[in-house]
């Protein structure tokens, strides 16, 4: 009896010291918030959720932000927003991109054109269905202050429409999760993610767009070399699939990749990527 109950002391304390770990990690990665002050109208927001910016006119009139946060990240960043003409752009529909939605009640919201069964599943119900929903490809341009801002919805990749924002004068981009920076991306089939159309679609934006400034979904500010790691991350495992020594070779290339077990991690993009071939 005593030897089971000192077992079992010790699975627990490994289950905390593991769980501990892991939490900390999630704080790092999703909970603790950076900004980062690109200029005096524009200025990013890291962690909290998914990543954030907030392009302000130069009158002070107009906001727009791009993707809300979640829960106390988004409050604070709610705090930070005093225009009285706000407009938001949800680069998809998740919650940790649109938790903080339902906190600008006046504000005009752009997305992609998900179904509303989908919208109310992707972000939890936490706000109202956009006002403005825009089909595969079409693109919305409007301006704050000086800034020409290019709203467009690429289409499927991490969901059913991932939506990009691009300030045409400072040559920056909004991608979303559409890349993830030294982290493992996340894949749910039921969000609507496709791995052969999100490589074509990192593509086109390579192509569509001179990028000094790339903001990821998650993960540090980078430039345009950011849409080639992300791809060639995707290509590679791909390639991989069926050889074992290559898939060793490129587990050690990521292995210091942020991860959770059955979230983020090579092993998930592997098996999505054999299952999505499989059914194709």
């Known amino acids: 009896m005593k030897k089971f109950l000192l077992i079992l002391i010790l699975l627990i304390v490994a289950c905390l010291a593991v769980g501990g770990f892991y939490y900390g990690k999630i704080k790092q990665q999703f909970v603790k918030v950076e900004t980062v002050q690109i200029d005096p109208q524009l200025t990013v927001y890291l962690g909290g959720g998914g990543n954030s910016i907030v392009l ?9 932000v791009v993707d809300t946060k979640m829960k106390k990240a988004a409050e604070k ?7 009285s003409d706000i407009t938001i752009v949800n680069t998809h529909a998740h919650f940790d991109h649109t938790g ?19 919208w109310n599943n992707e972000s939890k119900k936490t706000s109202r269905y956009p006002d403005v929903v825009l ?4 693109e919305k341009v409007i301006n704050v202050g000086s800034e020409i801002v290019h709203v467009r919805n690429m289409g499927r990749a991490h969901t059913w429409n991932d939506v990009i924002v691009y300030c045409e004068k400072r040559k920056l981009l909004v991608t979303g999760d559409l890349v993830f920076i030294d982290m493992h991306p996340a894949l749910y089939a039921k969000s ?3 791995v052969a159309s999100w490589i074509g679609v990192l593509d086109s934006l390579s192509k569509q767009y001179e990028i000094k400034i790339l903001i990821p979904g998650h993960g540090k500010i980078s430039d345009q070399s950011a849409l080639a790691t992300m791809r060639d991350y995707f290509v590679s495992i791909g390639d ?10 490129l587990k050690k290339k990521y292995q210091d990749y942020f991860s959770l077990p059955c979230i983020f ?16």
Request: proline share 3%.
């Open 135 to 138: 089909k595969t490809g079409e």
């Open 56 to 64: 302000i006119s130069e009158d002070g009139s107009k906001a727009l």
């Open 77 to 83: 960043l709610r705090e930070t927003v005093k225009a």
């Open 240 to 249: 991989a699939i069926g050889k074992p020594d290559k898939q060793a070779d």
């Open 265 to 280: 991690s090579f092993r998930n993009t592997t098996k999505f990527i054999e299952k999505e071939r499989k059914s194709q």
């Open 192 to 194: 609507g993610a496709s």
């Open 100 to 118: 903080g939605n339902s906190l600008y009640p006046s504000a005009k919201i752009i997305s992609g054109a998900y179904t509303a069964e989908q």
